[in-house]
T-cell receptor, first 112, second 113 residues
Framework: KNEVEQSPQNLTAQEGEFITINCSYS?????LHWLQQHPGGGIVSLFM???GKKKHGRLIATINIQEKHSSLHITASHPRDSAVYIC??????????????FGQGTRLTINP | DSGVTQTPKHLITATGQRVTLRCSPR?????VYWYQQSLDQGLQFLIQ???????AKGNILERFSAQQFPDLHSELNLSSLELGDSALYFC????????????FGPGTRLTVT
């Protein structure tokens, strides 16, 4: 079982729909990151959170530490939101070093 | 533009060969991270350097090595290449050493034939 699981793996929706992508993890973490990877391959960091909720424009990220679960929401989705969304958790390694462990990603397609 | 640069953008080489990927972090960032993204494995952390010293190691093969130079740029060396090494290789940089907010480069697409 992967340490970080995302669902769904693929999601197709119509423009304007409310989108939710889920991330569950099984390890202790110091923070969780949501990343966006566009079709060209570039990766952009959307959010980094360790508790509660963060909002940026039409994007909202929440995390529940007790349940080891995070969600990424997109309101009023638009075709330009089409991308792969990747959840990554920051956890400790040997010697106290922190590293990112990634989910498999959710491929989102928004049709006009 | 994240401010992180990677060269080359594309690399095609044959099995058994050796290649070097280069990464220049954002100005002021001391940490460099290397990641591999293959179709079947997704993104995986390979190795981190902080201010010239190895800080953390992930799923990096013995055939792979990296270093960070005094000017803070980093190189990832891949040797005895196999077909399965074909992937996108990203580097990222951050100010801190604890995998804090990272800025990703555009990646190097390696194809091994």
């Amino acid at each position: 079982k992967n340490e970080v699981e995302q669902s769904p793996q693929n999601l197709t929706a119509q423009e304007g729909e409310f989108i939710t992508i889920n991330c569950s993890y099984s390890v202790g973490i110091s923070a969780l990151h949501w990343l966006q990877q566009h079709p060209g391959g570039g990766i952009v960091s959307l959010f980094m959170l360790s508790s509660g909720k963060k909002k940026h424009g039409r994007l909202i990220a929440t995390i529940n530490i007790q349940e080891k679960h995070s969600s990424l929401h997109i309101t009023a989705s638009h075709p330009r939101d089409s991308a792969v969304y990747i959840c990554a958790v920051r956890s400790g390694g040997p010697g106290g070093a922190q590293k990112l462990v990634f989910g498999q990603g959710t491929r989102l397609t928004i049709n006009p | 533009d994240s401010g992180v640069t990677q060269t080359p953008k594309h690399l095609i080489t044959a099995t058994g060969q050796r290649v070097t990927l280069r990464c220049s972090p954002r100005s002021g960032d001391l940490s460099v991270y290397w990641y591999q993204q293959s179709l079947d494995q997704g993104l995986q952390f390979l190795i981190q350097y902080y201010n010239g010293e190895e800080r953390a190691k992930g799923n990096i093969l013995e055939r792979f090595s990296a270093q960070q130079f005094p000017d803070l740029h980093s190189e990832l060396n891949l040797s005895s290449l196999e077909l399965g090494d074909s992937a996108l290789y990203f580097c990222a940089s951050s100010v801190r050493q604890d995998a804090y907010e990272q800025y990703f480069g555009p990646g190097t697409r390696l194809t091994v034939t």
